[in-house]
Each structure stands twice: as C-alpha cells, then as structure tokens.
C-alpha cells in the first residue's frame, strides 16, 4: 500500500526559501534578487507564494546557495499537485 502524505505536508517552496534561505542570510527581497540576477517583482512573487518556482529559478537558487533544484521542483511539483486534488476536474473514465 502507497504511504499518501496529507496535503498540508505540500509546502510552497517560495515561502520555505524565504523563511529558511533568504532570512537567514539576512537578504532582502531586493538583496536576494540582485544576487540572483533576477527582477525583483519575480523574486517578490516567488517568496510570497503568489509565483511558482521555475526550472530555472531552482537552478538559480542552487548556483548561488547551494540548495538542490532537484528538490526544489519536487516541492513545487508537489505542492501544485496538492492544490490540483483539492479542486474538482471531471474526466470519463476510458474502458481497457
């Protein structure tokens, strides 16, 4: 039987770099965007959850602090599929 995790569990990575990368670092919105050569309206948007992360903003992430992107997308992936299961999709079920 799959171990199915509750949804809860599905962080937004965007919020988790700020509170435990960004932060600590002691960075700002501004400070963080300039090292990652990115605007800071993207970098704002990702940390406050209102973006999702991209493959290239992991690679980022990972260049200048030495987090995995691997991981990062995965906690991406992982929390757009939690939010897509809260929703209601209608399909018809297709017959083998």
């Known amino acids: 039987m799959p171990i199915k995790l509750h949804s809860s ?3 937004h990575p965007g919020p988790w770099l ?5 932060e600590p670092y002691g960075l700002s919105v501004t400070d963080a965007a300039a090292k990652l050569h ?5 970098m704002s948007n990702l940390l ?9 903003m992991a690679l980022r992430f990972e260049k200048a602090f030495g987090l995995s992107a691997d991981t990062l997308l995965r906690m991406q992936m992982a929390h757009d599929l939690a939010r897509a299961r809260e ?3 209608e399909v018809e079920r297709v017959a083998a």
């Open 87 to 89: 929703g209601t999709i």
């Open 9 to 11: 569990f599905a962080v």
């Open 48 to 56: 406050g959850g209102r973006a999702g992360l991209s493959a290239e």
């Open 38 to 42: 990115v605007t800071r309206q993207a």
């Open 18 to 22: 700020r509170s435990e990368i960004v």
